[in-house]
Structure formats: C-alpha cells, structure tokens
Nanobody
Framework: VEVVESGGGLVQAGGSLRLSCSAS????????MGWFRQAPGKEREFVAA????????NYAASLKGRFTISRDNAQNTVYLSMSKVQPEDTAVYFC?????????????????WGQGTQVTVSS
C-alpha cells in the first residue's frame, strides 16, 4: 500500500485548510486511515482516524470540533479538514493506513505511512 499526502502549505491563523491522502491497494475500504502530526522538537501525535466504512471516527480531544476526517472510498482518498487553525497547528502531517481497521490512536497500530505534508500557520 502506497500512501501519499497532499494539500499542505502556508495558512494564516484563523483560516482553513484541507489535506488529502491517497492510498493504493484494493483493500482501501477495509483499512482504517489515520492522521498524525509532528511539530519541530516534539513527538508524533494522533490527530484523527476513520474506519474503513467511514462510519466510525476518532479524534484527539483537543482538536475535535476544529478538525474533521472524512473519506471517499471510490477515490481511495481520505481528507482532513482543518478550520480555525492556530500557530500551534504547525507541523508535518502524516497519513497512515491500518490493515486491521482498528480506528486506533496509537501510531504502532498503523502499517503504512506517507512521507508527510508540511502545514505552517502564520500568526
């Protein structure tokens, strides 16, 4: 499975941004997909996850309400919509796929990772 993120960039505080993640493979609709982020000097942290069907989602408590994860299985794509972004949202955002459809919060449960896309929020 190949995972590729896109949509990162520079955005002003208070603005919005949508990240996309495409994943190859015939089992996409059976894979949970997750978003993680890593800021400079910090550990990678969980952002959101979605089940293969899209019916179940899981969010980091601090981000719920501003970030929304969704997916389009016909396009083998998962999205992360970010609103009211703040400078502390600046990070490299990673997309990951889980063969076991756990909708997990731990990075150890994910089997395939993208290279990441940079999001920078200016104040």
């Amino acid at each position: 499975v190949e995972v590729v993120e896109s949509g990162g960039g520079l955005v002003q505080a208070g603005g919005s941004l949508r990240l996309s993640c495409s994943a190859s493979g015939r089992t996409f609709s059976r894979n949970s997909m997750g978003w993680f982020r890593q800021a400079p000097g910090k550990e990678r942290e969980f952002v959101a996850a979605i089940s293969g069907s899209g019916r179940t989602t899981n969010y980091a408590a601090s981000l719920k309400g501003r970030f929304t994860i969704s997916r389009d299985n016909a396009q083998n794509t998962v999205y992360l919509s970010m609103s009211k972004v703040q400078p502390e949202d600046t990070a490299v955002y990673f997309c990951a796929a889980d063969d076991d459809d756990l909708v997990a919060r731990s990075s150890f449960d994910y089997d395939y990772w993208g290279q990441g896309t940079q999001v920078t929020v200016s104040s």
